[in-house]
């Protein structure tokens, strides 16, 4: 807990900074058998950057980095909406899109570990046909439809609680635990620091690189799905917009490098929500919209500042700098 | 020839966490000539110029320059004292014009816009007495490395002029390249500049070098006329092999006549090393001894699946071993603790537990994890055993000195109790104490049976630990030492024979 301290705090601190501005903004009431109020449409709107920001974390723990995911996501709502649409039924719907998104991140998985070609460059590609494809699906129209089930996941709650909240909530946990009581979170810190003393170490460094992507690949996909369910539709064009540098943002915010190695999931999520508030809070203050993008922005900027070492440094330098050295780096 | 020196060190010493890279090293470089450095890897040639260039702080010691005490804090300082150094990777940029590269930072100027023409004025005139015809407004990336050399040359002996450093100028060269290169050195050496020569070609050093100087382990070995050494002795001085109280501890007699357990036939890959033959019997030490760049590197990731062999084949026993990576060369129980710690072997973020734990968690797969009780287990065990100098398992593996990294790698594949471990360089770059430690280590492993393969530059350690020796000399396992003719001598003969021819 103690690591994740500057991300719990930028987040009470952007809470404040909100409520400051719009003073109802922590109420929350229960009407109609549900939850509302701001928090719960942070958690809410907040899903699809969350559930991305937990592949980009494991990607981005290897020095790779996934663009493509919001692409994914166009994707794999397009799948989701035409399964549906054709009459297929929900389960071939929700297969389809997951194997659509799984099968993105084996494709970005192969160019990165099997053809060695640079994680900006290879995914990239699928950033750019990504939405090509989606549109070739839809076939170049907002593909419509109206299915309760498939609704659900987008807007529908349980026990009051959004959907899409829970999805994140649980994807977070059940992905924490998996990499973490497991030797999975270990093997990718170790790719991540030195892929060639991993690989002489006996791991089996592409399949770990494969598996990252796809796993990506799987949480674009059932971020697709909520947006798609959401909306009650595919938009080719627009799902997962930029979705893909939230959540870089978003990882970078909990404290990851992008230059690999350790990385803490809860993290990334918390940057997501920090993220999120700020996003939900600029409309809720009442601004004009078109100022949101560069308050934002302007927020970020000071998050980042905050958590730069360099500027750690300065600040702690008056009470820590005599800090003896160990005795094993003089040796 | 007899001049007073032009440049010299007295008493130099240099030292890094957990090693030391220079002791008391005297030097003198004497001007109109050619003055040659040699030493295997980590000899501390590199830091004796680095010293001398400013490019890195000495402990101790003096450095004269015509008689006068210098200190320079850096290269340009150097630069302007008359040292220039001229690296194997030539550091001009390669996307600008000869010209620039020639004139950067002090372009001639004409209204505050840098003046073309006296710009190559000035190029051709520094060029002018290289016996180089080229076009100086062409970017300098579309000429040879030699070439490139040369202009790096020009650029050197007019901003300094009096010292000249070539550091491995001649690596990526070939034939008539390392003339047209020499040609250049002579003809500077002609007009009375000082210039020390690092090269790992001996051929070259005897063709061009009037004095040599040979380190060993940071060490002062001798300094000597060229014309007064044999390739002989010279490759003794730096391989070493004069410690005869080392070499009365081996005792010849015991020819380990187990019976043959991993054995490899004609395997090689063009390019890196000729198709060679091994023989591993249980419970031996496998020496490997040749110059750097012999091939000694190439076999050992060869047997280890790294660059995967393209012919000959692998046994072991009577079934036939595939080794087309780490990962089915671990399986079939071997290790490789690399030349290279800091690239190839610790993962420098993780703790020294993550780090000891790592293979063999990679051999039981992802989803199998070795309960944390048992990882601290085997690490505090390992800490314990090879006495790793570290404040616990949880400090992260890069803040620990090169010879307690390098146990924690041995920890790592003692972990995982293979039956042929690789030892590339184990004592390199590590200080005395880790030094014996790890020589003990090695005889304790091969007692309780584990077969090893140690490929070191230091001779005499090497004779003294191995049952067997192979030589390598230019890519080629040349010769096999056993019992009594395992000797340093011998070894010495054996990478010179074909040098002389």
Redesign the interface.
């Known amino acids: 807990m103690k690591r994740l301290a500057p991300q719990l705090l930028t987040l009470a601190a952007v809470i404040v900074l909100i409520s400051l501005v719009f003073p109802g903004f922590l109420s929350v009431e229960f009407s109609n058998g549900r939850l509302v109020g701001a928090p719960i449409d942070i958690l809410k709107r907040g899903a699809p950057v969350a559930l991305l920001a937990i592949g980009m974390t494991l990607v981005i723990a290897t020095r790779g980095i996934d663009l493509s995911v919001g692409a994914v996501m166009a994707i794999c709502g397009a799948v989701a909406a035409w399964a549906i649409v054709g009459g297929h039924g929900l389960g071939a719907a929700l297969g389809l899109a997951l194997g659509a998104g799984m099968l993105c991140g084996i494709w970005n998985g192969l160019l990165v570990a099997a053809f060695g070609i640079q994680p900006i460059v290879a995914t990239l590609i699928l950033m750019v046909a990504g939405r090509g494809v989606a549109q070739l699906v839809t076939q170049g129209t907002i593909l419509t439809f109206s299915h309760e089930g498939l609704a659900f996941l987008g807007s529908g709650s349980l026990l009051g609680v959004p959907v899409p909240a829970l999805i994140w909530i649980a994807a977070g946990a059940v992905t924490g635990l998996i990499v973490r009581?497991?030797?999975?979170g270990?093997?990718i810190?170790?790719v991540g620091?030195?892929p060639?003393?991993?690989?002489?170490?006996?791991?089996?460094t592409r399949v770990?690189l494969v598996a990252v992507y796809l796993i990506a690949g799987l949480f674009a996909a059932i971020a697709g799905l909520i947006v798609t369910a959401d909306i009650r539709g595919a938009d080719a064009n627009n799902t997962g917009l930029w979705l893909e540098l939230d959540a870089i943002l978003a990882v970078v915010i909990g404290g990851n490098s992008l230059l690999g190695?350790?990385f803490s999931i809860l993290g990334s999520l918390l940057g997501a929500m920090i993220i999120q508030s700020i996003n939900t809070g600029i409309l809720l203050a009442g601004y004009p919209s078109e100022f949101n993008l560069v308050i934002k922005a302007g927020l970020v900027v000071v998050i980042l500042m905050l958590q730069s070492p360099r500027l750690a440094q300065v600040f702690a330098l008056p009470r820590r700098a005599p800090l003896a050295r160990?005795?094993?780096?003089?040796? | 020839m007899d001049a007073s020196p032009i440049l010299s060190a007295r008493g130099l010493n240099k030292g890094f966490p957990g090693t030391k890279a220079l002791t008391d090293i005297d030097f003198d470089l004497r001007p109109g000539e050619v003055h040659a450095l040699l030493g295997e890897n980590g000899a501390g040639k590199s830091t004796l110029v680095k010293c001398l260039t400013g490019a890195m702080r000495r402990d101790s010691g003096t450095i004269l320059l015509h008689g006068q005490p210098i200190s320079p804090a850096s290269t340009l300082e150097a630069q302007a004292l008359g040292i220039g150094t001229v690296y194997q990777e030539v550091n001009l940029l390669a996307n600008l014009t000869v010209a620039e590269n020639l004139t950067l930072g002090r372009q001639p100027r004409r209204f505050g816009l840098v003046d073309r023409r006296a710009m190559k004025a000035e190029a051709e005139a520094m060029l002018a007495g290289y016996g180089l015809a080229i076009n100086v407004n062409r970017d300098l990336g579309s000429y040879s490395v030699a070439v490139q050399q040369i202009v790096a040359i020009a650029r050197a002996v007019a901003l300094s002029g009096k010292v000249l450093i070539l550091d491995e100028p001649t690596a990526s060269l070939d034939a008539r390249e390392v003339e047209l290169l020499f040609g250049v050195v002579e003809r500077l050496r002609a007009k009375g500049l000082g210039i020390i020569f690092i090269s790992h070609f001996l051929d070259q050093v005897f063709r061009i070098s009037d004095r040599l100087t040979v380190l060993r382990n940071g060490r002062l070995i001798a300094t000597t006329e060229a014309a007064e050494v044999d390739r002989h002795r010279l490759i003794a001085m730096m391989l070493g092999r004069d410690l005869a109280a080392q070499e009365a501890a081996h005792a010849p007699a015991q020819l380990n006549d187990a019976p043959g357990m991993l054995s490899f036939r004609g395997c090689g890959r063009r390019g890196a090393v000729e198709p060679f033959d091994l023989e591993v019997r249980q419970g031996e030490v496998i020496g490997m001894a040749g110059l750097l760049g012999s091939g000694r590197t190439e076999s050992a990731e060869l047997l280890f699946g790294l660059s995967p062999r393209d012919t000959g084949e692998a046994r072991d026993g009577d079934r036939p071993l595939s080794l087309a990576s780490p990962r089915e060369a671990i399986a079939a129980g071997f290790g490789f603790a690399p030349e290279d710690r800091k690239t190839d072997g610790i993962i420098a973020d993780l703790s020294v537990r993550e780090n000891i734990v790592l293979a063999l968690q990679a051999r039981r797969g992802w989803a199998k994890p070795i309960p944390r009780a048992e990882q601290t287990r085997l690490a505090t065990d390992y800490i314990r055993q090879l006495d790793i100098r570290t404040p616990g398992p949880e400090k992260p593996v890069g803040l620990l000195s090169g010879g307690n990294q390098q146990k924690v790698i041995l920890a790592r594949w003692l972990a995982m109790n293979p039956r042929f471990l690789i030892l590339d360089e184990p004592t390199r770059g590590i200080d005395v104490g880790a030094h014996a430690e790890i020589l003990r280590l090695i005889r304790r492993l091969v007692a309780e049976g584990m077969s090893l393969l140690v490929i070191s530059s230091e001779l005499e350690e090497l004779v003294a630990v191995s049952d067997r020796m192979i030589v390598l000399r230019d890519r080629r396992h040349v010769a096999e030492l056993a019992g009594g003719g395992l000797t340093a001598d011998r070894i010495v003969d054996a990478i010179a024979a074909g040098d002389a021819a």
């Open positions: 009581q497991t030797a999975l270990l093997l810190e170790a620091v030195n060639r003393a991993s690989t002489l170490a006996g791991l089996n770990l190695g350790r160990p005795k094993e780096a003089g040796e």
